[in-house]
């Protein structure tokens, strides 16, 4: 969970205007934008536009007209054009909404200015904003008003306190190159901003996400995307986020499918009482009353992260459900998020299709991390922590199961490390094995599910912190983003042919809601009772071990089931 930032910068491969693909598709004249067909271009009648008017008026100045105005972008890489938009407007802890024309973030007047990052921990004060509702768009050049392509609509992670659309790896226009669809990288609020409203406003990040989508159903006619193909995908918290808007009947109507990478599903979402509590501890820190608008307001955002930070630390001491690793998180709160989406309640009818991907070391980070175990463990420390983890009777189990079992010939060794027992565990316990009980529900809803692991990442920046991360064969949380991305700054062979086998896959699947495509191995729907994950960047499939449905989920619950959140 631990998420390690060292990068803000995102960069992009430059490339010669001229020798853009840009060049030899586009009217390469200077632009004449006060012709009567200037003009008809301006009204927002998808026919005229589709019919009359460039998509690019000029090869320095790539510009699209939308119906919310002009979009000004920048084609500094060979195959896309990248437009930074705002997509909306919040006043502190309210609603966001739509913006009614097209700005660059942050009041801009560059199209290559990059948006400021929301606010949080970890960044300078002058690279964030509390004018945050930004996107980055990367349009392929390939495509033209009426292409109808699809678009990856994609959330970054970061635990709900971290991450922007400018981290390192998010550069989506090798992505929207590859598969010819479009590329919207999304911002929201995060922390407290987003989601510790002292006015009881709940799931203001979420409610965040669906402003980006409405905004996005608007305006991807203009620029050759069909509004009624957009794939949300995300990583950690991100898809986390997506399982809230899984669990969002409001949201339904706003995309067609979904890919979920590495979401901690063991914590399940806040329930309203935890959520409570949380406000309740928050609000005490606060110099204002939870009514006084204007104090409320002028609260600084350095004070405002202290508090956040407060909280982070304390929660858990509040409240054993919010766990570890994301204590400020979505809430199921009834009105917007009305279904756990897992078995402590009716699970809903689906039909979304969705793909459910985790990497094989999850849990490297936290295990190895100089916080937890930088050294080796010993087998009577691995007892204790297990112990401490899962408690009574729990922990006789988990000693019991083969999977994570130190062998006999092992106990009584002076060189036995547990961390790589542990590391499985950890693994299994957050991520990989909840992760198959959410694709089996799904299944029991009525929808598709595909599963995958990934045994091929690219190491993330700020994860060589942990050395084992680094280690061959190891693949850690995040080590997955620059693969999808197709940004893997050098890549081996073996990356670079996961990057295309992976482009391939999330491209026929946000046309088809199918993965498959000829010349790659067949991925199987999963069933309830087998999931047929596939091994991403081996072969085969994945052996269950303790992701048995018999046992995680049911011998020993997830976090969800044993406090019914
Ligand atoms: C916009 O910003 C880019 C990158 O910083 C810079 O190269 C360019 O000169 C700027 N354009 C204008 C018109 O200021
Ligand atoms: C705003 O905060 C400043 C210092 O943080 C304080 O001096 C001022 O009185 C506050 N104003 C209001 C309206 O609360
Ligand atoms: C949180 O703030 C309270 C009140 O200022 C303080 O007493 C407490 O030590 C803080 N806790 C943490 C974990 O920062």
Request: glycine residues 8%.
């Amino acid at each position: 969970m631990v998420f390690v930032a060292l990068a803000l910068s995102l960069l992009l491969a430059t490339s010669t205007v001229l020798g853009s693909p840009i060049a030899r598709l586009h009217d390469p004249f200077p632009p004449t934008p006060k012709t009567p067909k200037g003009l008809l271009c301006n009204l927002p009648i998808p026919m005229v536009q589709k019919l009359l008017c460039p998509r690019q008026i000029a090869n320095s100045d790539p510009a699209v007209i939308t119906p919310l105005g002009t979009a000004h972008g920048v084609d500094d890489t060979a195959n896309a054009v990248r437009f930074a938009v705002r997509y909306g407007t919040a006043a502190r802890w309210e609603p966001s909404s739509v913006v009614t024309s097209w700005q660059l973030p942050n009041g801009n007047t560059n199209a290559s200015s990059l948006p400021l990052a929301c606010p949080q921990d970890g960044i300078d004060e002058d690279a964030m904003s509390e004018d945050c509702l930004s996107l980055l768009l990367y349009v392929p050049t390939s495509i033209s008003p009426g292409s109808d392509v699809p678009t990856m609509m994609w959330i970054h992670g970061g635990s709900f306190t971290q991450g922007s659309a400018t981290f390192p790896g998010l550069d989506g226009s090798n992505f929207a190159a590859a598969t010819g669809s479009i590329v919207a990288v999304i911002q929201y609020r995060l922390g407290a901003l987003g989601l510790m409203a002292p006015n009881g406003n709940m799931n203001l990040a979420v409610q965040d996400v669906m402003t980006a989508m409405n905004f996005l159903q608007t305006v991807l006619p203009s620029f050759g995307g069909s509004p009624s193909k957009i794939t949300i995908a995300g990583q950690s918290s991100g898809a986390t986020m997506i399982r809230a808007l899984l669990a969002t009947p409001s949201a339904s109507s706003l995309f067609q499918s979904a890919i979920l990478q590495s979401d901690p599903m063991d914590y399940g979402f806040l329930s309203a009482a935890t959520q409570q509590t949380l406000q309740t501890y928050f609000n005490g820190l606060l110099p204002c009353s939870t009514t006084d608008v204007s104090c409320l307001n002028n609260i600084s955002i350095d004070d405002l992260l202290g508090f956040t930070d407060n909280l982070s630390n304390t929660a858990l001491t509040l409240d054993q459900s919010v766990g570890l690793g994301e204590p400020l998180r979505v809430v199921r709160d009834g009105s917007l998020i009305t279904t756990p989406l897992d078995d402590t309640a009716p699970f809903p009818a689906v039909s979304k299709p969705i793909m459910v991907s985790n990497v094989k070391n999850e849990a490297g980070l936290s295990i190895y991390s100089d916080n937890a175990f930088p050294d080796s463990v010993a087998p009577t420390l691995y007892d204790e922590v297990v112990e401490g983890t899962f408690g009574d009777p729990d922990t006789s189990f988990v000693l019991a199961n083969p999977n994570y079992a130190i062998p006999p010939s092992a106990q009584n060794n002076a060189n036995t490390d547990a961390r790589p027992t542990l590391e499985k565990l950890g693994t299994d316990q957050i991520w990989r094995c909840p992760g198959w009980t959410f694709a089996r529900n799904w299944i029991g809803g009525g929808g598709n599910a595909y599963v995958g692991l990934y045994v091929v990442g690219a190491s993330y920046p700020g994860n060589d912190a942990v050395s084992f991360c680094t280690e061959s064969g190891i693949v850690c949380h995040q080590d997955d983003i620059e693969i999808v991305f197709g940004t893997v700054p050098s890549p081996t062979s073996q990356q670079a042919t996961l990057t295309a086998e992976m482009q391939a896959r999330y491209k026929a699947f946000m046309n088809t809601g199918n993965p498959n495509v000829a010349g790659h191995a067949n991925w199987q729907l999963a069933t309830a009772s087998d999931v047929h994950a596939l091994t991403l960047g081996g072969s085969g499939e994945v052996a269950a071990g303790g992701c048995d449905p018999s046992f995680f989920g049911d011998v020993v619950q997830y976090d969800y089931q044993k406090f019914d959140i």
